[in-house]
C-alpha cells in the first residue's frame, strides 16, 4: 500500500490543481456589481459634497449680509452726526466719504468714523454714494450685483429694503425727519 500511496501523492503533485471554471465566472459577475456599487458611493458622496458647498456658500452669504446691515447703520450714523454737528443754523451734509474720517469743520479734530469700512459684498472698499438734494452725501450702498437673501423682518429704519432686487437698492441713507420721527417712536415704546 505504500506504493499505492506514494503513486497517489506522486500523481497530485504531478497535476496542477485547475481552478473551477463556474467560479471564475461568479467572481467576474461579483466584480461588476462592485464598480457599480463603488460608483454609485462616488455619485452620492458627490452629491453631499455638493450640498454642503451650496449650504456653507449661502451661510457665508447670509453673514456678509449681516456684516453689510452692521456696517451700513454705521456709515447712516456717521453721516448723521456730520450733519447734526454742522456748525452753524445751515445743516450740511459731508462732501464725500473721507470727511467723516476727520472732520475739519472745528478747531479740534472731530471723527465721525473710526475708518473707512470695506464694503462687505464685494470685498472692495469702494460704496455707491446718494447724493443730498442740498448736495454732499446724505448715504451710502453697496455696489454688489447679487440678489439678497433677506427679504423680511428688517428693523423699522430699514423696513424699504425688504422685497428688494439686488444689494443696490439697499440704501442706507441719512434722512433727518425720518430718523428724529423713528428715535420719537422708539423713545414711546
Keep these: 500500500m505504500q506504493t499505492g500511496e506514494t503513486a497517489l ?33 462616488i455619485m452620492l458622496t458627490g452629491l453631499t459634497l455638493a450640498q454642503a458647498g451650496n449650504t456653507w456658500s449661502n451661510l457665508r452669504q447670509r453673514e456678509r449680509e449681516q456684516e453689510l446691515m452692521r456696517v451700513g447703520d454705521k456709515m447712516r450714523a456717521a453721516i448723521g452726526s456730520y450733519y447734526q454737528r454742522s456748525p452753524g443754523l445751515v445743516k450740511q451734509f459731508p462732501p464725500n466719504l473721507q470727511v467723516l474720517l476727520n472732520d475739519e469743520r472745528f478747531p479740534q479734530r472731530q471723527r465721525h468714523l473710526r475708518r473707512m469700512y470695506v464694503d462687505p459684498m464685494t470685498g ?12 454732499g452725501v ?20 430699514y423696513e424699504s429694503f425688504e422685497n428688494k432686487k439686488i ?6 441713507a441719512y434722512v433727518p425727519e425720518a430718523d428724529a420721527v423713528l428715535e420719537k417712536n422708539a423713545v414711546q415704546y
Excluded: C, H
Design 124 to 135: 472692495e472698499p469702494n460704496w455707491g454714494t446718494l447724493e443730498a438734494p442740498s448736495g
Design 9 to 41: 501523492t506522486k500523481r497530485a503533485w504531478a497535476k496542477p490543481v485547475q481552478p473551477q471554471p463556474v467560479l471564475v465566472k461568479r467572481q467576474a459577475d461579483q466584480a461588476g456589481y462592485t464598480f457599480i456599487g463603488l460608483l454609485m458611493v
Design 167 to 172: 444689494y443696490t437698492e439697499w440704501v442706507f
Design 138 to 157: 446724505m448715504g451710502v450702498y453697496s455696489l454688489s450685483p447679487k440678489v439678497p437673501i433677506k427679504q423680511k423682518n428688517f428693523r423699522a429704519i
